[in-house]
């Protein structure tokens, strides 16, 4: 199994500022994702984030809106940038851990994040 | 591309008894997995089960067990002896071939009495 700890758990935030995610795991994992869920709604992935090279977007999310850093292969985050209130969302990132036939993939907490 | 199918926005079911969350998907992957999660209403995702496409037997884990139909494409989440703690939105997804990023269904909104 793995624990992943993310941070802020819950955030208020003016329009047009930016609010960093973290996302730390207690092993080394070769691919991170971070997931927005807008309120009501399901999971969308924002993006794939590897070790040592650029995330990979997925259609509708760019780079410059959703900076991704994968310093290490523990570690995370995602920025909110230029926030406005269609924003508010939950964003969960996640990892994937093979434990012999099974596959599990684990989700932190979870960022509650308003912007007003 | 991998879409994942659940009909049933919001269930009821009596304490005590067992319920069957419906999930259809569509992949074109020959290999794929399939996950159900539980989202209680502070927002954390919760791993219930996992079924693997090459898995002959159906995945149990607790009282959470995987109706896994594929030819028909489905893999329903039956759990048993609701209990009132198992009130939450839950959601079946597919990674597609492993290891990979996960699609979601757009839930099923769960609500136990008594």
């Known amino acids: 199994s793995a624990v992943i700890s993310q941070k802020p758990s819950r955030d208020i935030c003016q329009r047009g500022t930016s609010l960093t995610i973290q996302c730390q795991v207690d092993?080394?994992?070769?691919?991170m994702f971070w997931y927005r869920q807008q309120p009501g709604q399901s999971l969308t992935l924002i993006a794939t984030?590897?070790?040592?090279?650029?995330?990979?977007?997925e259609s509708g999310f760019v780079i410059d809106k959703f900076p991704i850093s994968r310093p290490n292969l523990t570690f995370s985050t995602l920025t909110v940038s230029n926030m406005s209130p269609e924003d508010s969302s939950i964003y969960l990132c996640?990892?994937?851990?093979?434990?012999?036939?099974?596959?599990?993939?684990?989700f932190g907490q979870g960022t509650r994040l308003t912007v007003v | 591309a991998q879409k994942i199918t659940q009909t049933q926005p919001g269930m009821f079911v009596q304490e005590k008894e067992a319920v069957t969350l419906d999930c259809t998907y569509d992949?074109?992957?020959?290999?794929?997995?399939l996950f159900w999660y539980k989202q209680p209403s502070s927002g954390e995702m919760i791993f219930l089960i996992y079924?693997?496409?090459?898995?002959?037997q159906n995945a149990t884990e607790g009282r959470y067990s995987l109706n896994f139909q594929k030819a028909r494409k489905s893999a329903n989440l039956v759990i048993s002896a609701s209990q009132l703690g198992d009130s939450a939105m839950y959601f079946c997804?597919?990674?597609?071939?492993?290891?990979?990023?996960?699609?979601f269904g757009t839930g099923t909104q769960l609500k136990v009495e008594l």
């Open positions: 996640s990892v994937d851990v093979y434990g012999g036939s099974v596959t599990e993939a684990f």
């Open positions: 092993s080394q994992v070769t691919m």
């Open positions: 984030a590897n070790q040592g090279s650029e995330a990979t977007y």
């Open positions: 992949t074109s992957d020959p290999s794929y997995g």
């Open positions: 079924q693997g496409s090459y898995d002959q």
């Open positions: 997804a597919t990674d597609g071939g492993g290891g990979n990023k996960l699609t």
